[in-house]
């Protein structure tokens, strides 16, 4: 109970997005403020997440390996609580422009949300609606129209991406109605960076 206990602490004090802030704060103290990283996610089909993470750190003295320690430690203390991994640390890598990235996977969206500490949901919109979230009435298409409500009382079936996180994201299917702010870059790719409430929803076509 007790190493549970301390776990979870761990997981809720150093996310993968803290873990970069604070290491690009050593790399880089006395030399202005600190930025929030770049993050994209990859969501399949089957609810598995991708997630990229991407910094520019740019000095000669940072350490790839203390990233990617850090991030290793982490991931083992989230996965001891389960039978089998259900995140894994794809790559650390160090570019020659000095961008560091982590690549991680994890097994679907709960875990996702309890590793990072946010509100994150993939599933159709019955399985939403049993987890307690509701499709906003004011989502808007890529033309900017509404959504109706003949619509939303007929989407059961339909896929829907509900998060916290404004990231940016790589959806399985088109997005057809998004949270006021979205910028569609492609069919299925979406910038949250500019969404001004506290969570996105993505409606997707199927």
Do not use: W
């Not at 007790?2 to 690009?24: C, D, H, P, Y």
């Not at 290793?72 to 259900?86: F, H, K, T, V």
């Not at 007929?154 to 979205?182: C, Q, W």
Request: charged share 25%.
């Amino acid at each position: 109970m007790g190493s549970q206990v301390i776990n979870s602490n761990r997981i809720k004090e150093m996310t993968m997005a803290a873990i970069l802030v604070s290491l690009f704060a050593v790399s880089v103290y006395g030399c202005g403020a600190k930025k929030v990283p770049e993050t994209k996610l990859s969501i399949n089909k089957d609810g598995a997440i991708g997630s990229v993470i991407l910094e520019d750190f740019g000095e000669d003295y940072y350490q790839l390996s203390e990233l990617e320690d850090m991030a290793a430690d982490e991931i083992s203390y989230y996965n001891s609580e389960y039978s089998s991994p259900r995140i894994v640390l794809e790559e650390a890598s160090l570019s020659e422009d000095g961008k560091a990235s982590l690549t991680m996977n994890y097994s679907n969206y709960i875990d996702f949300a309890h590793f990072n500490q946010v509100t994150f949901f993939y599933g159709t919109v019955a399985e939403a609606t049993d987890k307690g979230f509701s499709v906003s009435g004011n989502l808007v298409n890529s033309q900017g129209e509404t959504i109706s409500l003949d619509e939303i009382d007929d989407l059961n079936d339909r896929h829907i991406i509900i998060t916290g996180d404004k990231t940016g994201i790589i959806a399985p299917f088109k997005i057809s109605y998004m949270t006021e702010g979205v910028v569609l870059k492609d069919k299925k790719e979406a910038d949250l960076s500019g969404v001004t409430t506290d969570i996105v929803q993505l409606l997707l076509s199927k």
